[in-house]
């Protein structure tokens, strides 16, 4: 019961007008197509790009090819999933684990301070992980 609740939250919606709510979906689906590209040209060359792996080694990660498949895939299936708005919290914390480490350890900024790119997707996965799918979602339709 309990991982059902957290598997498929009820899509509550966001706001009482359609019009905030269409809004929200197309923020959802737009942040959730754009990690699942980026994650896509990371593992184009099964099971990740040799680019990737050599750049996290040149920056000193530990085990870069490990890092590289959880980065590349977790972007590709977290993307995935927000975009559907299926599993939204499965693919809410994906995304924000790989755009956390990416945005305040990689990339070494301050939260909120210094404006990065990794960091605007790790708070926005975070703003659909809390508020869930909204109604115009896969989730919604499994829940009712």
């Not at 080694?57 to 890092?67: R, T, V, Y």
């Amino acid at each position: 019961m309990i991982m059902k609740q957290f598997l498929f939250p009820r899509a509550k919606s966001i706001h009482r007008r359609p019009f905030i709510e269409l809004i929200y979906t197309v923020f959802r689906v737009y942040v959730g197509y754009g990690m699942f590209q980026s994650g896509w040209r990371k593992v184009q060359d099964f099971p990740v790009s040799q680019k990737f792996i050599d750049h996290l080694s040149e920056k000193g990660w530990p085990m870069p090819e490990a890092l590289a498949i959880m980065a590349g895939w977790g972007e590709l299936i977290g993307g995935g999933l927000l975009a559907l708005g299926l599993f939204n919290r499965v693919g809410g914390l994906l995304i924000m684990a790989v755009m956390g480490v990416a945005a305040f350890v990689h990339n070494g900024v301050l939260p909120i301070v210094e404006a990065d790119h990794a960091q605007l997707y790790f708070w926005a996965a975070t703003l659909f992980t809390a508020l869930g799918p909204g109604r115009l979602s896969l989730d919604r339709l499994i829940r009712s």
